[in-house]
């Protein structure tokens, strides 16, 4: 899969990942997608070295489950990291 394979998937993958996190998480929709697009990379790099799979193919289920994956991943470490604040009223 070429670059504009891993693109459209961590764009897709990123708004799913949105989807199933509950609760807000900070810098919005662009962010996410722009947070997708790494988690699809860091799952495939992941799943390439823990699971041995190969993610050659776009429409395989082990290549969109690594990708929403590493995308949830990335998502609740950009929440943990530059979540939103609550002030003390």
Do not use: C, D, H
């Amino acid at each position: 899969m070429g670059f504009f394979g891993f693109l459209i998937l961590g764009l897709l993958a990123g708004a799913i990942a949105k989807l199933i996190l509950p609760g807000k998480q900070g810098g919005g929709w662009f962010v996410t997608l722009l947070l997708g697009i790494v988690g699809a990379l860091l799952g495939g790099w992941l799943g390439g070295l823990i699971f041995n799979v190969n993610l050659n193919e776009f429409f395989s289920l082990s290549t969109w489950l690594l990708a929403i994956g590493g995308s949830i991943i990335v998502l609740l470490i950009y929440g943990a990291l530059f979540g939103r604040k609550r002030s003390k009223s």
